[in-house]
């Protein structure tokens, strides 16, 4: 009934009209804009003439240290902190499924930096991380009798990036929670019962039959996890403006600071490209996960 | 059935979900907290936990919204917002259909479509920018609808695809047999059955949009000032006003939290595209 026919293809392309044309003219058009830019020289500050000059940004890309040091921070963001984000949530979400009825308040609560703007959480972080009236390092000093005197979190370019990434794991590691702690309830009660009754143990149960059959969950997590992680933006204007020096520039915001503090719109657009590829892959891994889930079956 | 497990270790458990309830929630309390702060308590050393009882009045949230930009904050974030979230989730609706039951352009079509999502904004903006500029419609709703839209279209159509996808088919067939028109059937029902996946679908690109920053920051200026660039601009000058960045804060915060409360059973779907179900 859906599936062929001259009139019903003509329908199901009707439905999708509004979609492909927004679409269209506005991300594919922005697209090959770009990708125009990419190969011309837009100084917005000298003149408004686009020239052409080949694959100058690329190579200029290439030979940035700037660009690397970004592309390195973007790298330990997505690395490290979508990890830590991983191996908190698992944690959080293996003891939340110890517990009962209380379960749905407790992850209400817990879930509420999912759903919190970053420029809202960023500044209160700022002042949670300031060393002279911030409450962190007051309380670091507390608890360790005076003896421990916290760093300037946020001024110092050993802690910095550190101090973003551990902020980018509050905000996100309950949306790791919850996915497994999802997972987890699918796993059917027998599979688990019936290992615990030949003697796996709680940690063997864990290892051989919930981490794998959990796999498949961590791995959509992951991807959209690290998509995100790739394009963070809010975090580093708010807390560092990159700073200090370029300690914590990512990519996002190195882009961001050729096209509109330094108007280099060519150079811009071959970053910005550089990153579409990169996405690009990610997201086709997470279209195949996605598919062999949903042959999978586990929901 | 599950056995009870002995106290001891239901202590443990608690005692650690508790120093993780202090973790993540300790910065939404210490915003709430300040918002009924001084200017000169911020700054105390020992930091001020709980301001003094007499303080707890609405004067932060006050000036803010009379004399900072607060109210146009609200309302232009309200506007783009709402609209973005009403676009999304109608054409998302139409496309998602036409994906779900026709297989429209196959999956490299759908992919296409889920990619769109994927880029960094960053990336899109640039060109954006200059398209916006070229048109002159710069700092107006609109601009921030359209660039909202381009992200949270992709999100409204892959959501209510895994919505439509739940459904039986028959329902519909039965439907077209009695004579119903395809648009008939979808609009009669398909789009009733999936309704908690519209409300899903339309509170989260409301929260979006609601709590996005970078085009917001880039595309206005002065006619138009969502919430996010308020509360950025009020750290602009020499004095930063922390108790009223807060304040905004509390504000800003309200539709999210109320969709986590409120939404806890499409949570996660909403969150992974429809990928995950619970």
Do not use: C
């Not at chain 2, 519909?172 to 908690?196: Q, S």
């Amino acid at each position: 009934m859906f599936s062929s026919g001259v009139k019903q293809r003509w329908v199901a392309f009707v439905f999708v009209l509004p979609v492909l044309v927004l679409l269209l003219s506005v991300s594919i058009y922005p697209l090959l804009r770009t990708l125009g830019l990419a190969f011309s020289s837009l100084e917005l500050t000298v003149s408004p003439v686009e020239t052409f000059i080949g694959l100058d940004n690329f190579a200029k890309a290439f030979s940035d240290a700037r660009f690397w040091n970004a592309m390195g921070n973007t790298l330990t963001l997505v690395t490290v902190g979508v990890a830590i984000q991983l191996v908190l949530g698992t944690a959080l979400a293996l003891l939340l499924s110890e517990i009962g009825f209380t379960r749905v308040v407790w992850l209400t609560a817990l879930l509420l930096p999912v759903m919190i703007a970053p420029v809202v959480s960023g500044f209160q972080f700022r002042v949670i991380y300031n060393d002279t009236f911030g409450p962190l390092n007051y309380l670091i000093k507390t608890l360790s009798g005076g003896l421990v005197t916290g760093p300037p979190w946020l001024a110092d370019t050993r802690t910095a990036l550190f101090t973003i990434m551990m902020t980018d794991v509050w905000q996100w590691t309950p949306f790791m929670m919850l996915l497994v702690l999802a997972g987890l309830e699918s796993i059917p009660l027998e599979l688990t019962e019936a290992a615990e009754v030949d003697g796996a143990g709680y940690w063997g149960t864990f290892w051989r039959i919930k981490l794998p059959l959990l796999l498949p969950v961590i791995v959509i997590g992951l991807l959209i996890r690290v998509m995100d992680t790739f394009k963070t933006f809010d975090l580093v204007f708010l807390l560092t403006g990159g700073g200090p020096g370029s300690s914590t520039e990512t990519i996002a915001f190195y882009t961001y600071l050729n096209g509109f503090r330094f108007f280099s719109m060519g150079y811009t657009a071959a970053i910005a490209f550089i990153q579409l590829i990169i996405i690009i892959v990610i997201a086709r891994v997470f279209l195949v996960v996605q598919k062999r889930m949903r042959g999978g079956g586990i929901q | 059935m599950r056995k009870r497990k002995p106290l001891y270790l239901r202590l443990i458990i608690g005692a650690i979900l508790l120093l993780a309830l202090l973790f993540f929630l300790f910065p939404v309390a210490w915003m709430f907290l300040t918002s009924f702060k001084t200017q000169d308590q911020i700054f105390s050393v020992p930091p001020l936990l709980i301001p003094p009882a007499e303080q707890w009045n609405l004067d932060n949230y006050i000036a803010i919204l009379t004399q900072n930009n607060g109210l146009q904050g609200v309302r232009d974030t309200m506007i783009v917002a709402s609209v973005t979230a009403i676009i999304s989730v109608s054409i998302g609706a139409l496309a998602a259909y036409s994906l779900a039951r026709f297989r429209f352009g196959g999956d490299e079509f759908s992919f296409w479509i889920i990619s769109t999502r994927m880029f960094p904004p960053v990336a899109s903006a640039v060109p954006l920018f200059l398209i916006f500029r070229q048109l002159g419609i710069l700092d107006t709703h609109w601009v921030l609808i359209v660039a909202n839209s381009v992200f949270n279209v992709p999100f409204a159509v892959w959501l209510l695809k895994s919505f439509i996808d739940d459904l039986p088919v028959e329902l519909e067939e039965a439907a077209l047999i009695e004579g119903a028109t395809i648009f008939g059937a979808f609009r009669r029902i398909t789009l009733p059955l999936i309704t908690p996946g519209l409300v899903t679908a339309f509170l989260f690109t409301f929260v979006f949009t609601w709590n996005e920053f970078m085009f917001a920051l880039l595309m206005t200026r002065r006619a138009v000032r969502p919430m996010t660039v308020v509360i950025s601009s009020l750290a602009g000058g020499h004095t930063i006003l922390w108790a009223q960045i807060a304040a905004a804060g509390v504000i800003t915060i309200i539709p999210g939290v109320l969709v986590v409360i409120f939404l806890q059973r499409y949570i996660v779907r909403g969150l992974t595209m429809g990928a995950l179900k619970n």
